[in-house]
């Protein structure tokens, strides 16, 4: 994919553009923002322009064998190091970095390496890679993606130019998404709020079931029982590999009845495409038990993403919910 069909991170592609027009790009990238606001798909645009055979002022020109190659992802020059298992290995950087980086690109001119993510370097691996990036080959070019940059070391993020990357707002996210899956307005800008403006991301929550996990998490909240809480937290087992998902489905419609509740705008909403049922659902909430609903979910969460027992968390959170309940006055 050229620079011109990116979404969102302008200021990183022109600065990118910028340095490659003066001849002045470093041997050494270091691409840093959250998860799927598109570091790797810019860190692939990078390498098309650098070897496109026909490239325009500031861009590849998309067409030629050698983008085509690129976009495919078996242009010899151009390659990806991904974790083997959860890191990389010394053995991926000797094999394909060290080994490799010193001959001539076989096709264009640049050998471009993306080490995707970077934070999942071994020690040795790292220490392995630092060699390189203390005396890289002419004609190499490293691009280290991380959302974690400070899990690296120093010595490595010395020696790279850091290239910001952040999320992008709904506004510009819901057109592009509404283009790309042919939803309808309030899902595109469901599905931009709830990514946090993650274009991957919002293309993962789009898969169906994604999707049917959020409707049916979403429906059940909407009727959920100050006694069912206990039950329902006791099944969520079930969703072992999705805990991360339902927690942030609920932490979403807490968060948009607790806006609702305040009367915030809609406009702040992230469950746009249910607003009619966040209006429903108020009638049983006061601030304070939403309050308590987040904290309570937040602490699940946190926990969860801390190894601790699955079980323990969900009985835990299970008893707190339905506290949270049993406190709400009915409104009238
Ligand atoms: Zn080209």
Known sequence: MPFRDIQGQAAAVEQLKRAWQNHRLPHALLFTGPDGVGKRTVALALAQALNCKSPSLDDACGECLACRKTAQGIHPDVRVLEPDGAHIKIEQIRETL????????????????ILDPADSLTLGAANSLLKILEEPPSAVMLVLVTAQPFALLDTIRSRCREIRFFPLTAQRLAPWLR??????????????????GRPAEALRLSEPERRELRNTILAWAQNVGPQSW???ARTLGEYQDDLTDVFDILLSWYRDL????????????MNVDHAEAVKQALVRETPETLLDKCRALLAARDQLSRNANVQLVLEVLGMTMTQAVGAAVPRR
């Open 98 to 113: 060290q080994h490799d980086a010193v001959l001539k690109p076989m096709e264009g001119e640049r050998k471009v390496y």
């Open 179 to 196: 283009m790309r899956l042919g939803v309808d307005e309030a899902a595109a800008q469901a599905l931009a709020r709830l990514s946090g």
């Open 230 to 232: 206990s039950e329902w």
């Open 258 to 269: 607790l806006l609702a509740v305040n009367r915030g705008p809609q406009t702040l909403w």
